[in-house]
C-alpha cells in the first residue's frame, strides 16, 4: 500500500511514538510509507521528525502542520496537502489528531485523489462532541480508530460513524525494550538495595497531575513504613514547588527519589519498582506508561479515571481506586504487605501485556482497517 502519515506536531509524545512506531513497521513490511510531521523549532533538544528519522523514515516537514486550528496556516497546508496528495496517489492517509485529520479532510474533498481517510483517536476517556467532532468523524472519516472501548461506544451512541467502521485497537508497547527477562533494574544509581520496597511514579511533574494528593499518600505510608522509598521518574518547569518543597515541609523528602527525565535507562529505572502509581492520563489518553510498566511486569495501582479500567482489572494485574489520598495510602499499603500478591500481580499484567500489546498484531489489524476503508471508498467512486 502506499501510505501517508499526517502529525500535527513537533513534539515526541506518546501519540507521536504510536504513530512513527507504526509507520517504521509498515514501512519495514513493504509498504510505501510517508511520515509528514511539523519542523521542530530551532535548538528544540528532541523532535519526533528527529526520533523517526532514527527509526528510519524519512520525515516530511514542508507543511505547518501546527497542533491547534490557525486560519491563515490550515489554509496553506490545505492547497499544498491537495497538491500533494495529487502527486503521490496514496491509497490511505492516516490522520492522527484532529487538526491533521481537518487538513487531510478539506484536502481530499477539494482534489480528485481517492485516497481513503483514516484516524486514530488517542482520546481514551471519550471524545469531546459537538459540531466539529461530527464534521470530521460523519463527513470526512472512512475508518476510524479509537484506543479504548468507552471511547467506541461513545462515537457509536452518538451515531457520529456506523459500527463496521469504528475499530478499538490496544495501543501496543515495546515488549523486547520493556521485557522483563532481558531488562535489569538499575537500582545501584540510586542506593537502592535489592530488597527495599520501592513505588514510583511517571509523570510530568504538572500542577494538574494531583502531586498534592500523592504526597498526602506518601505521607501516610511513610509514617507505617519509614523504611518505603518512592522515585518520581519525570520533570517539570514547576518541580520544586509541586513537589520538592512540599515534600520537604511534610518532612518525607528523604524518602523520594527524583529521578528526572530518563530516556536511555528508562527501562532500568522503571524496572527498580516493586508497584507504580498511575494518577491520571496526560498528553496521552492511551495511558502508554501504564501498559510498559504491565510489559515489565510492575503492578500498577491506577485512579478509576478514563479507560484506566479498560487496561487494568483491578486484584488481579494491579489495582484501580478512587483517587483520595486515604485511598491510595491504603493501596500503597497493601501492596508492600502482601508481596506474593504483587508479584502475582505483575506476573498477570505481564502476561496480558504479552497477549494484547502485540505490535505485529495490532499492526495487522491496522492494515486489515485499511483495506476496508479502501474497497469501501473505490466502491463509492
Known amino acids: 500500500m502506499n501510505i501517508l502519515h499526517l502529525f500535527s506536531n513537533w513534539k515526541w509524545t506518546g501519540p507521536a511514538e504510536h504513530a512513527a512506531s507504526l509507520a517504521a513497521r509498515q514501512q519495514r513490511a513493504g509498504h510505501r510509507v510517508v511520515f509528514a510531521c511539523a519542523a521542530p523549532p530551532e535548538g528544540a533538544e528532541q523532535s519526533l521528525a528527529g526520533i523517526a528519522r532514527g527509526a528510519g523514515l524519512c520525515p516530511v516537514t514542508d507543511f505547518r502542520l501546527l497542533k491547534h486550528f490557525n486560519l491563515r496556516a490550515n489554509l496553506g497546508d490545505i492547497v499544498r496537502l491537495r497538491r500533494f496528495l495529487q502527486q503521490h496517489a496514496f491509497d490511505v492517509v492516516h490522520a492522527h489528531l484532529p487538526n491533521d485529520h481537518f487538513l487531510a479532510g478539506m484536502a481530499l474533498r477539494t482534489c480528485p485523489a481517492k485516497s481513503a481517510l483514516v484516524r486514530t483517536c488517542y482520546d481514551g476517556g471519550g471524545i469531546s462532541g459537538g459540531l466539529r467532532a461530527r464534521l470530521l468523524l460523519s ?7 479509537t484506543v479504548s472501548e468507552r471511547t467506541r461506544e461513545q462515537i457509536l451512541a452518538g ?14 508497547v ?10 535489569r533494574n538499575n537500582r ?4 537502592l538495595s535489592p530488597d527495599a520496597i520501592v513505588g514510583g511514579i511517571v509523570a510530568r ?4 497531575r494531583r502531586f498534592e494528593v500523592l504526597l498526602e499518600a506518601l505521607r ?3 509514617r507505617e513504613f519509614p523504611s518505603f522509598r518512592f522515585m518520581i521518574i519525570g520533570r517539570g518547569t514547576h518541580i520544586h514547588e509541586i513537589a520538592v518543597k512540599p515534600s520537604q515541609r511534610m518532612g518525607i523528602r528523604t524518602n523520594l527519589i527524583f529521578t528526572g527525565y530518563r530516556e536511555d535507562n528508562f527501562p532500568e529505572t522503571l524496572a527498580c519498582l516493586n508497584f507504580k502509581l498511575y494518577l491520571m492520563p496526560g498528553s496521552d489518553g492511551a495511558c502508554r506508561a501504564v501498559r510498559e ?4 511486569g510492575i503492578p500498577v495501582i491506577a485512579a478509576n479515571r478514563g479507560m484506566l479500567p479498560e487496561i487494568i482489572t483491578s486484584q488481579r494485574d494491579g489495582l484501580i481506586v478512587e483517587d483520595t489520598p486515604d485511598n491510595l495510602a491504603l493501596a500503597m499499603l497493601y501492596m508492600i504487605e502482601h508481596p506474593e500478591l504483587r508479584q502475582e500481580y505483575g506476573h498477570n499484567a505481564c502476561l496480558k501485556a504479552r497477549a494484547q ?3 505485529e498484531q495490532h499492526a495487522g489489524l491496522v492494515d486489515n482497517v485499511y483495506r476496508q476503508a479502501v474497497d469501501r471508498r473505490r466502491a463509492r467512486a
Not at 463527513?139 to 480508530?145: A, H, P, Y
Not at 511533574?205 to 494538574?208: L, N, S
Not at 510498566?293 to 515489565?296: C, E, F, Q, T
Open 188 to 191: 545501584p544509581d540510586f542506593n
Open 293 to 296: 510498566s504491565m510489559a515489565l
Open 220 to 222: 501516610v505510608v511513610i
Open 174 to 183: 515495546d515488549l523486547e525494550r520493556f521485557d522483563p527477562q532481558r531488562v
Open 159 to 172: 451515531r457520529y460513524l456506523p459500527a463496521d467502521r469504528v475499530w478499538k485497537a490496544d495501543v501496543p
Open 139 to 145: 463527513g470526512m472519516t472512512d475508518s476510524l480508530i
Open 357 to 359: 500489546f502485540n505490535p
Open 205 to 208: 511533574v504538572q500542577r494538574h
